[in-house]
T-cell receptor, first 113, second 112 residues
Framework: QKEVEQNSGPLSVPEGAIASLNCTYS??????FFWYRQYSGKSPELIMS????GDKEDGRFTAQLNKASQYVSLLIRDSQPSDSATYLC?????????????FGSGTRLSIRP | DAGVIQSPRHEVTEMGQEVTLRCKPI?????LFWYRQTMMRGLELLIY????????DSGMPEDRFSAKMPNASFSTLKIQPSEPRDSAVYFC??????????FGPGTRLTVL
């Protein structure tokens, strides 16, 4: 079982609709959760971080965390063509000697006009 | 701030050659990470440093890979000898803590 799992997609959403991206993780001790956006040929950029159960909103983006279910999601409201990218879920996990961030394989999102 | 700087941006080399990738983290950041990204394996953490000291190198694929951080503003990732399967995009990232990371533009490595 992978430590951080995402559906690879592609996820196709009409412009203006809500895009919902999901991620599950295996380490119950994880405390920090991140969503990165990566455009084709570019580097990942952080768009959201969340540390507590519940919702965190930033503009059109909402991150949702449920530690009991080991589940984190990202909602994008009023989707725009510029939101088309790969979205990487990242979770901090504790190894034998130190904590580190583990990335999921990413979900490719396509916003159709 | 200039952000994380990586060089070269593209590298094409032949199998067996030594490859050195370079990274300058954001000033003041005390964590530095090296990642490799491929279509097949996604984004993999190779090694990370805290205050110039390697903390976790469990992701380094094999002895052909080595990384150093001689000071707070410079790190290298070396592959010797290089093999075609090392072809990937290599990212360097830095952070103020071990959580929120800022990525450089990456080095696209092709080993023929």
């Amino acid at each position: 079982q992978k430590e951080v799992e995402q559906n690879s997609g592609p996820l196709s959403v009409p412009e203006g609709a809500i895009a919902s991206l999901n991620c599950t993780y295996s380490d119950r001790g994880s405390q920090s959760f991140f969503w990165y956006r990566q455009y084709s040929g570019k580097s990942p950029e952080l768009i959201m971080s969340i540390y507590s159960n519940g919702d965190k909103e930033d503009g059109r983006f909402t991150a949702q965390l449920n530690k009991a279910s080991q589940y984190v999601s990202l909602l994008i409201r009023d989707s725009q063509p510029s939101d088309s990218a790969t979205y990487l879920c990242a979770v901090n996990t504790f190894g034998s000697s130190a904590s580190k961030i583990i990335f999921g394989s990413g979900t490719r999102l396509s916003i159709r006009p | 701030d200039a952000g994380v700087i990586q060089s070269p941006r593209h590298e094409v080399t032949e199998m067996g050659q030594e490859v050195t990738l370079r990274c300058k983290p954001i000033s003041g950041h005390d964590y530095l990470f090296w990642y490799r990204q491929t279509m097949m394996r996604g984004l993999e953490l190779l090694i990370y440093f805290n205050n110039n000291v390697p903390i976790d190198d469990s992701g380094m694929p094999e002895d052909r890979f080595s990384a150093k951080m001689p000071n707070a503003s410079f790190s290298t990732l070396k592959i010797q000898p290089s093999e075609p399967r090392d072809s990937a995009v290599y990212f360097c990232a830095s952070s103020l803590s071990s959580d929120t990371q800022y990525f450089g533009p990456g080095t696209r490595l092709t080993v023929l």
